[in-house]
């Protein structure tokens, strides 16, 4: 009976919203219609272009590396609260360091702390045994905390001051050689929904920070250690069962500390983005909530790579329409609420009525705000993220796979 | 209390305290600073009357925020959802009270009942989610955080219940008038609010709450044993509920001592983070009434006093880092005590309870 | 046929007990060996020892002709012995195989996980062995019987050579155990040896090849199933006699008390725990119960005390529905627990003494009055426990923690015989306690009677059975199969109504 199935790939065990990869391209495919339709009949084109793809890049990266960061302590079984804290350590040490020595020793200075700081949290929680959301919190404060005495110390004399760095050299960007230009001819040429995608396709290889590249790589790096690797193995065995763990000879702790400090080291670099890509200095408040939204993308993505990346981008791309045109809100809204509807209206006809009931209810909350909101405030789409992920959290929980011993105290030799 | 059990009780803060000292001492003699006369400074500034009462001002609200996380922690329950809680109490208690206009005594207790309500009801989604849905708390919290911020701040603005003065950029709510303010108090210099009153009665209702009835008693109880509670007939998902939306309400409050007695408006300048603070002050009072007022007033005085420390050159900052270590310092402490105790009690009772026990379940 | 183990004089000691006492054992390679005993035989001490898990004070252990000494289990792995856990150690959320190669994971290179290799191997043990095994299956789709197999699976694949199950049919339906049997019959062809740990005395005779009964942490004696019956095992594994019940006035006043008709629950995990199950206890005496543990009483307590509800079937006491009541009703109806497992459902532990007084009793007079906690009076009374159950502690305030068991035993069992309830769940209410106390425990409990109260007496100690029970009901598998006058009963019916036989 045992069967000779292909290596276990993602797409195939993903518990997510959708069931297979190819409804997730039948899903996707009809967003861009819909939204290509949108497009037309409103005249907002800013959905689809180039500037927008770029932009959702650049707020994408900073929430999927704080969401690797989420996602490496939570499957060990440690909740990391500290992200934002970690972040906070990557964004200053990225500037400073950056200052001092280069772009590029300020990510790998970032690098080094973000680790440090990802096992200070492991001892205090695993060895020690500290309460995870209290070690979490402490982390965050003395972060900030440091951050601004720091800044303080050094930076008022190189020409910055407590709350700004002194600008860091930028590290260099590229164009995709022969598909940018390529890609930007089709979307010149205005051909309904090839064109919008093209443009979309364009904005994503241009002026692209060789930074971004490598840390996108983290997304396929991370699925790969998980479910091929022997540490990634018994990292998840950590978070899921701890007990059945030890009792076949793993160390726990040991594992723990590792994937802890891996996931401030990820953290890090993604405030080191924040500090070296998206801009070039250190700003304080630079974070922003960010490793919070971390947090949220790992629910979001039900606790897999993939998932933390889908979350991020739509998240990133939420807050890249924030500073664009207000209409382009409206109507991506529109466009989302078509989708919804005829989600609503596939969920009615396999008589699945919860989430139908749920899509349809999304369906017509865009189509009042269409009719009645004339602005989208710019808070709710801040707190879009955060709404969300808890919609998900109520509406889904059966459906999402934590660890099954995510955040909860272990210690060894309990049974 | 013996002798020895307040020895006990207080030697965990104390040494925390003394911890962080010291790491300050070190980290100022690594900038050339003589650490000693800093902290006399600091003493000094911090004790001048003038200084002493916003201090004391700024004790009432951290004093609440540190009651309520302190009723979450005696159910293990953590709120970190003090922050949303807060603002939310803070702003319908101004909306309300700017929109009404009622006799003195009534139109000051609309606001601070509505505040209640508003920090305890947001306080309920989060425990509703818990109970019925087995959602972690602290994260459905740190999420309605943010909301609560993003919703107030969308009504906050002047086509919902805001306004706009002149001359401001920052969007308010409506002034409460002059029935809805509540008096002063002239010491030292300077002005104490009267809300000072209303958290000392928090506080010892507090405690009256917890050594006395009956409620106290199964909260106390189903945080130090759920199997025992529940076998003696405590409704555990309730108890849970009710004591988040408890709570909540009184994180609702922690703004209201400075929305009746100083600005009489809400707008996003009120300050953020009191989630945070009220769950280190709880720990460091060990979650008792007098214990916490003394670490609110410690917390105060280190911010009040912190800015003296530019004179020197050392940026006032340094103070959010001694607050992180003291919390750190205190459940490490904590910790540590308790795995001591385990360990004793462990040898004392020998291994024949754990030959006798049935399957060990995780709490 | 050689011996695959050697068990010699094992002897383990705990502070009051004496858990294995000059054990001896003897198992012939290729063979199913069962070790069989009621609650406190010793059995599961040897396992831990055969399994390294726990140290042997004396004794020797020799493993295919060699002497052994097993620090841990991974000793006891490299040796070929496995152990396949009545509690699994599974993740839900991965596969079969990832849970069968967890820690011992064929690699390329050192880290990356070979999982051809790995596959080609699990199937290769299951065909071998004839064990029916998806290895891609994900583990949240199994039900307990394939999961056992997993864990079975999981010992295999590290090269045991000697399994130990530990009372493996405990969790499985009566098809699954006929799975099971068959595929330890296979396993055994194949050269295997099996240690089988049970109290079920049916499934034991059909299995085993060799059967050694243990009594009070000792070895009693080998049988073959050929050489013996029902009645000689039961028999064995009680003792030749049971105690005199004592005589006392049976005043029983014939009013139903609790009343429990055709309880049926399953718990969380699928396993169906109680099984139509029906009793009924009355005034004025005490119904005691017979059976080793983990055949439901703890889930029939939780359920008089309406803490969790059947799946069918009526539960009444005192006149209430347990299933629509909320317990603290029920307690204040006048039911009073002594529950198994103390410093977890019966004390607030780092709470002091008076504050344990009030635990229970804190919804209704004189420990509360309305909203407000009594302390005046809890005080009071916690002195009055003290004294007339010659708790020993330095005082009211200490915490619960202080006290050791047998003195937190006497305290609570004072705390809840006040206030002359109508209804006693008394479950092993002597244990860890010194005879003196057991004395006045049990006088107490029979002064309850004589005043008309019910009692349900749990124990796994006999002597305390016969010594107060009015009549005793044995459960197993969730169901009571018999109820016998301690007067008349032998020990044969019980050792076979409590391991399940059907018939003597």
């Known amino acids: 009976m045992s069967t000779q199935s292909a290596t276990p790939n993602k797409a195939e065990k993903a518990k997510s919203f959708f069931k297979s990869p190819a409804r997730v391209t039948i899903l996707i495919a009809i967003v861009f219609l819909v939204v290509s339709l949108v497009e037309n009949i409103t005249g907002a084109v800013d959905i689809s272009s180039p500037g927008t793809s770029g932009a ?38 990225a500037a400073w360091f950056g200052y001092l020595h280069g772009p590029w020793v300020g990510l790998l200075a970032a690098a080094i702390f973000g680790l440090l700081s990802g096992l200070f949290h492991a001892i205090l929680t695993v060895k020690i045994g500290i309460d995870q959301a209290v070690s979490g919190l402490a982390i965050n404060l003395i972060a900030a905390g440091a951050a601004r005495y720091l800044s303080g110390i050094f930076f008022p004399a190189v020409g910055g001051d407590r709350t700004i760095s002194p600008p860091v050299e930028t590290l260099p960007t590229f164009t995709v050689p022969v598909l940018a230009p390529f890609f930007q001819g089709i979307d010149e040429k205005n051909i309904f929904l090839i064109s919008n995608v093209s443009g979309l396709i364009y904005g994503l290889l241009t002026d692209l920070s060789v930074v971004t590249v490598g840390l996108l790589l983290f997304v396929p790096l991370t699925s790969w250690i998980l479910w091929r690797s022997k540490f990634g ?61 971390g947090l949220a993308t790992v629910i979001f993505g039900n606790w897999r790579p993939g998932g933390v990346f889908a979350g991020s981008v739509l998240f990133g791309f939420t807050d890249a329409l924030r500073v664009r045109q207000s209409d382009s809100v409206m109507a991506m ?10 989600l609503s209206l596939y969920y009615v006809l396999s008589r699945k009525w919860k989430p139908a009931a749920v899509s349809g209810g999304i369906a017509l909350f865009a189509l009042w705000m269409n009719l009645r909101v004339t602005n989208i405030p710019q808070e709710f789409i801040t707190a879009f993220p955060n709404l969300a992920t808890l919609i998900v959290l109520t509406f889904l929980a059966q459906r999402l796979t934590p660890p099954a011993m995510a955040g909860m105290p272990y210690r060894r030799g309990s049974e | 209390m013996t002798k020895n059990r307040i020895f006990w009780a207080v030697a965990a803060p104390v040494a925390a305290i003394l911890n962080s000292l010291l790491f300050i001492y070190i980290i100022l003699k690594i900038r050339g600073v003589d650490p000693l006369s800093m902290f006399s400074l600091m003493i000094s500034y911090g004790f001048d009357p003038r200084n002493l009462v916003s201090e004391l001002n700024q004790t009432i609200a951290y004093y609440l925020a540190g009651v309520a996380a302190a009723i979450g922690f005696k159910m293990l329950l953590f709120n970190i959802g003090i922050d949303g809680q807060y603002r939310m109490g803070a702003f319908f208690g101004a909306v309300v009270g700017g929109a009404v206009a009622l006799p003195p005594v009534l139109h000051v207790l609309l606001i601070v009942i509505t505040a209640m309500i508003a920090g305890g009801l947001w306080a309920a989604v989060a425990g509703y989610l818990k109970v019925r849905r087995g959602v972690n708390e602290v994260i459905s919290n740190i999420m309605l955080n943010f909301i609560a911020a993003a919703v107030i701040s969308y009504l906050l603005l002047p086509s919902m219940l805001g306004t706009l003065p002149e ?29 000072l ?19 106290g008693f199964n909260l106390k109880a189903t945080g130090l044993s759920f199997r025992a509670a529940r076998a003696s007939g405590v409704n555990a998902p309730r108890m849970i509920f009710v004591t988040t939306v408890l709570s909540g309400a009184i994180a609702g409050l922690v703004g209201i001592g400075t929305l009746l007695s100083d600005t009489h408006k809400y707008s996003m300048a009120f300050p953020a983070g009191y989630a945070f603070t009220g769950l280190a002050l709880a720990l460091l009072g060990r979650n008792h009434p007098v214990g916490i007022f003394f670490a609110a007033f410690l917390w105060s005085f280190l911010e009040r006093s912190a800015p003296v420390l530019e004179f020197e050159g050392v940026p006032p900052e340094i103070v959010i880092v001694m607050q992180g270590t003291i919390v750190l310092s205190i459940v490490i402490a904590y910790e540590v005590v308790a795995r001591i105790n385990l360990r004793q009690q462990q040898r004392a009772v020998g291994s024949v309870s754990a030959e006798a026990q049935p399957i060990k379940e995780s709490n | 046929m050689d011996n695959v183990l050697d068990v010699v004089g094992i002897e383990k000691k705990y502070p009051g007990v004496i858990a294995n006492r000059d054990v001896a054992l003897t198992v012939k390679a290729g063979s199913i060996h069962a070790i069989i005993g009621e609650n406190g035989a010793g059995k599961s001490t040897l396992m831990k020892i055969l399994y390294g898990l726990i140290r042997p004070d004396a004794g020797h252990i020799k493993a295919f002709g060699k002497d052994v000494e097993l620090k841990s289990p991974q000793d006891a792995i490299a040796l070929g012995i496995g152990m396949v856990h009545q509690h699994f150690k599974l993740a839900d959320n991965a596969t079969v195989l990832e849970n069968v190669i967890l820690g011992s994971e064929p690699t390329r290179m050192g880290f990356i996980i070979n999982f051809d290799q790995a596959r080609k191997k699990l199937v290769e043990i299951a065909e071998h062995y004839g064990l029916e095994i998806d290895p891609d299956e994900s583990l949240s789709n199994l039900g307990v019987g394939e999961r056992q197999r997993v864990e079975i699976a999981k010992v295999l694949f590290r090269g045991a050579k000697i399994l130990i199950l530990d009372e493996p049919t405990a969790v499985l339906v009566p098809q699954e155990v006929e799975e099971l049997f068959s595929n330890l019959r296979e396993l055994v062809k194949r050269g295997l040896t099996v240690l089988f740990i049970s109290h079920k005395l049916d499934e034991v005779l059909s299995i085993a090849d060799e059967i050694t009964i243990m009594r009070q942490g000792a070895t009693v004696a080998s049988r073959t199933p050929k050489s013996t019956n029902k009645v000689e095992l039961a028999e064995l594994m009680v003792g030749g006699e049971l105690p005199k019940p004592r005589a006392g006035a049976t005043k029983s006043t014939g009013e139903s008390l609790i009343s429990i008709k055709n309880a049926s629950y399953m718990r969380q995990d699928g396993r169906q725990v109680l099984n139509n199950l029906s009793l009924e206890l009355k005034g004025g005496e005490i ?37 629509k009541t909320l317990t603290k009703d029920i307690r204040n109806a006048g039911v009073a627990y002594i529950p198994q497992d103390r410093q977890r459902d019966g004390l607030l532990m780092s709470a002091p003494l008076w504050e344990n007084r009030v635990l229970g009793h804190q919804f209704a007079s004189p420990m509360a009055n309305n909203a407000w906690v009594n302390k005046g009076e809890a005080i009071e009374d916690s002195k009055r426990v003290v004294s007339e159950f010659d708790v020993r502690t330095p005082g009211i305030n200490v915490l619960a923690s202080a006290l050791s068991g047998g003195n937190q035993q006497k305290f609570i069992v004072g705390r809840e015989l006040s206030g002359s309830p109508k209804v006693i769940l008394a479950a092993q209410p002597t244990r860890g306690v010194d005879v003196g106390a057991q004395a006045i425990i049990w006088d107490h409990l029979m002064k309850a009677r004589s005043e008309g109260a019910g009692i349900l007496l749990i124990s796994a100690d006999l002597d305390e059975l016969f010594s107060l029970s009015d009549r005793i009901a044995v459960i197993y598998s969730g169901s009571i199969v018999a109820t016998l006058d301690p007067n008349k009963t032998t020990p044969e019916q019980l050792g076979l109504a409590m391991t399940g036989a059907k018939s003597a």
């Open chain 1, 333 to 342: 809204i529109m466009a989302a609420g078509i989708v919804a509807g005829l």
């Open chain 2, 167 to 195: 001359g401001s950029q920052t969007a308010q709510t409506f002034p409460i008038p002059a029935s809805g303010q509540m008096p002063t108090i002239k010491a030292f210099d300077g002005e104490i609010y009267s809300f």
């Open chain 2, 197 to 215: 009153f209303v958290a000392i009665f928090v506080g010892i209702a507090y405690w009256v709450m917890l050594n006395k009835t009956v409620f």
């Open chain 1, 233 to 293: 193995l018994r990292m998840r065995f950590s978070g899921e069962n701890p007990m059945a763990a030890e009792s076949l000879g793993i160390n726990v702790y040991m594992t723990r500390y590792i994937a802890i400090s891996v996931s401030g080291m990820l953290a890090s670099l993604g405030g080191a983005y924040l500090a070296l890509v998206a801009s070039s200095v250190y700003r304080e408040g630079q974070t922003a909530g960010r490793g919070f939204i």
């Open chain 1, 56 to 93: 959702t890049l650049r707020f994408a990266i900073p929430l999927l590396m704080a969401g690797l960061g989420g996602l490496w302590a939570e499957r060990a079984g440690v909740i990391n609260i500290g992200l934002e804290g970690m972040m906070i350590v990557g964004t200053w040490t």
């Open chain 3, 287 to 323: 119904l005691g119960l017979a059976g080793v543990e983990g055949n439901g009483q703890s889930e029939l307590i939780e359920l008089i005390m309406g803490l969790v509800k059947p799946s069918g079937g009526t539960v009444e006491i005192l006149g209430l529905d347990a299933t």
